[in-house]
């Protein structure tokens, strides 16, 4: 697009940012309180309420506190939550059996909150590393992440979070072929209306570090995950793997990180007008929060800057720790 306009003085673009009225009338791109999804870590207890060091302001949740706060989400507006089980030391097995054991926590907490608060819509995170004694999101097999094996397990999982009453399944894990399994497994299992927002292009990123603090994987990650997770430097890479898992199945696609890989986030919407998604990670929020707590920067600011980035970028929603904070932001 080239766009015609005159020379100056008679094109003079500061005129139309001259008042909020005309600033508010020439805007490209909304932010609002539909495009949040809130990610949230759930853990066993009662009445927990769990500071992440590395996450300021973030906790992990039992589920009668997830309840409460969910309850404030849905009147704050916020579509939808996302769960992350921290899951017991005693359970993560090299086997992952509890992925799909129906009384896991995080089956539980979606029985709980389907039960109590049916319009949030619930999404999952579909991966072994909460599972797995390895800290990987698949079988690790004389040092390998093995494909085939995990894509069966990983099916069983999505048909457990399914059966629960999921929303959006997430599947996380980056295997090859698991989003055409899974999409397979839940038709023939008659969950026909069950969305998948596939974790599509998902980089071997430095930013995950507190998200694993948060989820206890940080002392267990053997190795690193770059095996199966992109390599930062590719980008048409992503556009192939997004073409892939919207050709079996997924509903949506997500791109993470999030700010570091905006570019991609514009090309995925541009190549497939897909329901295009970023998640905000761990990293992300964890800098721009340190840096509003030591005052280097106006947190509020920025925190709704960097969301409107992703609305800039392309994207129809991003999953974002700031999301109540922002949701009353938003709302006045």
């Not at 490209?28 to 990610?39: A, G, K």
């Not at 896991?104 to 072994?128: C, G, H, Q, S, Y």
């Not at 992703?310 to 932001?329: I, M, N, Q, S």
Request: aromatic share 6%.
């Amino acid at each position: 697009m080239h766009p015609i306009q005159a020379d100056f003085p008679a094109t003079r673009h500061r005129r139309i940012r001259r008042t909020p009225a005309l600033r508010a009338l020439t805007r490209e791109n909304e932010l609002s309180v539909n495009d949040l999804i809130w990610p949230v870590f759930i853990r066993e207890g009662t009445g927990v309420e769990e500071p992440i060091h590395s996450l300021p302001g973030v906790n992990r949740l039992s589920l009668d506190r997830l309840l409460v706060h969910a309850e404030e989400a849905a009147k704050l507006g916020i579509p939808a939550i996302c769960l992350f089980p921290y899951t017991d030391a005693a359970l993560r097995t090299e086997t992952c059996e509890e992925a799909w054991n129906p009384e896991n926590l995080t089956n539980r907490a979606i029985r709980a909150l389907k039960r109590e608060i049916p319009d949030l819509a619930v999404m999952t995170d579909i991966a072994l590393d909460p599972y797995n004694a390895n800290g990987h999101d698949g079988f690790v097999v004389n040092g390998e992440i093995i494909n085939d094996e995990t894509v069966a397990a990983l099916v069983k999982m999505a048909l457990a979070q399914a059966e629960a009453g999921a929303d959006i399944l997430g599947p996380s894990d980056m295997m090859d072929g698991r989003i055409g399994a899974i999409r397979t497994g839940l038709e023939a299992a008659g969950h026909r209306n069950v969305s998948i927002m596939s974790y599509a292009a998902k980089y071997a990123s430095g930013f995950y570090g507190p998200f694993r603090d948060a989820v206890g994987a940080s002392g267990r990650l053997v190795g690193d995950k770059k095996t199966y997770q992109m390599d930062p430097a590719n980008g048409d890479e992503a556009i192939r793997l997004v073409a892939r898992d919207l050709a079996e199945g997924a509903d949506m696609v997500m791109v993470k990180p999030g700010m570091p890989y905006l570019d991609i986030c514009h090309r995925v919407k541009q190549a497939f007008g897909a329901p295009t998604f970023a998640y905000q990670v761990s990293g992300e929020y964890a800098m721009i929060r340190a840096a509003a707590l030591n005052g280097w920067i106006d947190g509020e600011k920025v925190m709704l800057e960097s969301l409107m980035a992703f609305r800039r970028a392309g994207c129809d929603g991003v999953l974002t720790y700031f999301a109540p904070e922002a949701a009353r932001l938003l709302r006045g």
